[in-house]
């Protein structure tokens, strides 16, 4: 992998910036290709723009499909692109944990950014930009949602007012398009825990950070990898991952029934001696639905607070590559 200083007359003692794009690929046979060929052309115009080289490094999260073999295609056929491959799936977070991880030794700041290229790959040079004028951390923030479906805006909306009510440090409209230095990308490898949520942990890392602002586009092709119950797993998480919120609330909401029931306790017995007592089969019935639900809802959150330092006590590791192609220490 040998960067092109050759044309670069004006500032050609500087050293070139070497960003490396992420891309986490799931089944992605079909967009694949396609994204390749935009990501490239959008590598050149940040040479030309920039001076800073750029390559990509894909990472199969264990797809079924024949994207694996497209990368060892891609690789072969161009000396900017490497891949890795997941030995099993690890969803998202893990896929782009493992490509992190794996872009340290050849780059200065990588850039996460998903496959389909929802995400506008040009503001990359935005990105860029602002990484050269001394910024650690570039967070890449949809303008609007138009493209999305009324059901994925609505619950992308609710998810953010609940995560910024949890952790009022998330940023609204952000999602893992964002560039890193490889300076946070160390620090961000010094968090322990298993059950990540990066969006999270990154902007708890500090440093100097900046914006760029894009247009979301819709996926053009193969579907969303996240169906409603992974994006509702994915989003319940982010919030046990983020805060003790469910934890307080249930609390709270269990004060509240005990407060509620000492009013029922006397007012019951103030009607026991009033003479007024019916047989109160309706009164018991709802009273221990309802309780019971709240008892079995507080266990709940408990529980999966509970599973969540299972996990992160076994400290399993968080990937294994199965295999590389094209992974190379650059060394200009
Ligand atoms: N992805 C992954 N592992 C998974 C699921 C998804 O690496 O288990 C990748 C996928 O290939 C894509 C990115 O994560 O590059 C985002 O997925 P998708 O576009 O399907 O999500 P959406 O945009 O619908 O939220
Ligand atoms: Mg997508």
Not at 39 to 48: A, G, I, V, Y
Not at 139 to 165: N, P
Request: proline share 3%.
């Amino acid at each position: 992998m040998k960067p092109e200083t050759l044309n670069q007359p004006s500032d050609a003692n500087k050293p070139t910036a070497r960003i490396c794009v992420v891309i986490p690929c799931y089944n992605e046979e079909e967009v694949l290709p396609w994204a390749m060929d935009k990501l490239q052309t959008m590598l050149q115009r940040l040479k030309r723009e920039t001076g800073a080289y750029g390559s990509l490094l894909l990472v199969d999260d264990g797809s079924r499909d024949r994207t694996w073999q497209l990368i060892e295609q891609f690789a072969a056929q161009h000396s900017n692109v490497s891949g890795i491959k997941l030995s099993h799936n690890e969803g998202h977070q893990g896929a782009l944990w493992a490509g992190m991880q794996e872009s340290l030794e050849i780059c200065d700041a990588m850039v996460s950014i998903d496959a389909d290229l929802q995400d506008d790959e040009n503001t990359i040079i935005d990105m860029t930009r602002q990484f050269l004028s001394g910024c650690d951390i570039v967070y890449g923030v949809r303008k609007e949602r138009k493209t999305d479906t009324w059901f994925k805006r609505m619950t992308a909306l609710t998810f953010y007012r609940i995560m910024q009510t949890a952790d009022p440090e998330i940023i609204y409209n952000h999602a893992d398009f964002r560039l890193m230095s490889n300076r946070t990308v160390r620090a961000l490898m010094q968090y322990p825990e298993r059950n990540m949520f990066l969006r999270g942990m990154v902007r708890q890392l500090g440093f100097s950070e900046g914006y760029v602002y894009y247009n979301r586009t819709a996926r053009t092709a193969g579907e969303s990898k996240y169906p409603f119950t992974k994006m509702l797993s994915f989003s319940i998480d982010g919030i046990t991952s983020f805060s003790t919120a469910p934890l307080k609330f249930i609390t709270f909401a269990g004060l509240t029934m005990t407060l509620i029931s000492m009013l029922i306790i006397i007012y019951g017995l103030f009607e026991h001696f009033m003479g007024k007592t019916i047989v109160g089969w309706t009164s018991l019935m709802v009273s221990m639905w309802f309780i019971g639900g709240v008892i079995t809802t507080g266990v709940g959150i408990v529980g999966m607070y509970i599973g969540k330092i299972y996990t992160e006590v076994k400290r399993r590791p968080r990937y294994f590559v199965d295999r590389k192609v094209g992974v190379k220490v650059n060394k200009e």
